[in-house]
């Protein structure tokens, strides 16, 4: 038997995961059954471009669901008291300065269902995180990256 893949997020990731799931099973996918419904009364369901546009927006939301319920359903949850406070790990933030120029970058350090760049909250998959963890204060380290490699300092970790 496969296992499946096992998520690690913290409890306000996964609160959020399930609240996007219950959004999803009790708005969305009434809306898209009730465009289903008015598509077909157009007539002729093979030159219907608002009832093919319907079905492929309740595929993407079955999808979803079907992979947000596999997320909740595989997630292991980072506690506090599992964190190393003085090394960098998942569930770690961390402020860290790029080299030679100084520029200062945090991050939140999650699992990949909850990474949100834009929020501070990168993947423990990502080249930049799995550059940092296990590292400590003050440790200087070379992090291969999609755009060139980086050098950079750990300066806090949270």
Do not use: C, H, W
């Not at 960098?88 to 030679?100: D, I, M, W």
């Amino acid at each position: 038997m496969v296992s499946e893949k096992k998520f690690p997020m913290t409890v306000a990731g996964k609160q959020k995961l399930e609240d996007e799931l219950e959004y999803l099973k009790t708005v969305k996918r009434k809306e898209v059954v009730e465009r289903i419904k008015v598509a077909r009364s157009y007539g002729d369901l093979s030159e219907n471009s608002e009832y093919d546009s319907a079905k492929e927006d309740q595929a993407f939301v079955e999808g979803k669901i079907s992979s947000l319920e596999s997320m909740i359903r595989n997630a292991v949850i980072i506690t506090e008291d599992e964190l190393n406070t003085d090394e960098v790990q998942l569930g770690k933030t961390v402020t860290f300065k790029e080299l030679p120029n100084g520029d200062e970058e945090t991050y939140t350090i999650v699992g990949s269902a909850e990474a949100n760049p834009v929020e501070g909250l990168i993947s423990n998959d990502s080249p930049i995180a799995k550059g940092l963890i296990g590292r400590k204060t003050g440790d200087k380290v070379k992090i291969q990256t999609p755009g060139g490699e980086m050098s950079v300092e750990v300066l806090v970790i949270k």
